[in-house]
């Protein structure tokens, strides 16, 4: 259905309240028992409006993604605090959250509160995680695991999604690439995201070059590369 497909690329007012309201939590190093999600107040447009480049991201992501997202179980590995958790309800048939970070898992956790789906979130490495899944996610994280290919290895899934630099960490986009077509994963999309908010001048990135988003699926026949 074109339309419900372009429903899904655009990001909801109450998606973008979400966001806004475990960002404000995280940032201040409060809990979700010292401002409940129905008494936060959204931030005032002429203050701050939700950055461009994340709408984008949203598209990439939960737009290009739908059919690997739609009714599947889906492991995020590396999730950190699910801030794009909303985006797959009604969506996924499950979502299994994993992070080292217990600081994030804990607002992850808060997160998963406001939102219509079955998590399962915990503190874990991928390498500890044991599940059948239909989707992995791996969202800005795949070069900082040192041996991603191990974890690819470890789940037979359908369908991967990938959020990675050109190359970091001598991790590259195209030896993943390779990788994973060698396993019989088809490149469904890649596609450029520019990653740097053009209207946030005051915030520095942690990574420089070119940052890709990459669907793969290993029945898939058809690829788009921009």
């Excluded at 080292?100 to 399962?120: G, P, Q």
């Excluded at 490495?125 to 040192?146: F, G, Y």
Aim: aromatic share 10%; hydrophobic share 35%.
């Amino acid at each position: 259905n074109i339309k419900h497909l372009q429903e899904i690329e655009m990001i909801s007012d109450l998606n973008k309240h979400r966001f806004e309201y475990i960002w404000h939590l995280y940032s201040n190093n409060i809990s979700d028992t010292d401002l409940p999600f129905h008494k936060h107040v959204k931030c005032d447009p002429s203050v701050w409006q939700f950055p461009e480049h994340l709408v984008e991201y949203h598209r990439l992501i939960f737009g290009l993604g739908y059919t690997s997202l739609k009714d599947k179980k889906v492991l995020d590995i590396g999730c950190g605090i699910s801030w794009y958790l909303g985006s797959m309800e009604n969506i996924v048939k499950k979502y299994i959250g994993v992070d080292t970070n217990e600081r994030r898992i804990k607002y992850a956790k808060i997160m998963s509160k406001i939102v219509d789906i079955d998590t399962d979130i915990n503190v874990l490495p991928a390498e500890a995680v044991s599940c059948k899944v239909d989707t992995i996610m791996m969202l800005s994280v795949a070069h900082q695991i040192p041996k991603v290919k191990d974890i690819f290895e470890k789940f037979d899934c359908e369908n991967i999604i990938l959020d990675c630099w050109e190359e970091k960490n001598n991790i590259s986009v195209n030896d993943l690439i390779g990788y994973l077509e060698d396993k019989g994963f088809t490149t469904i999309e890649k596609q450029l995201y520019d990653y740097a908010d053009k209207k946030d001048q005051g915030k520095g990135q942690d990574f420089e070059g070119d940052r890709y988003i990459l669907h793969f699926n290993r029945q898939a026949k058809q690829t788009t590369v921009t």
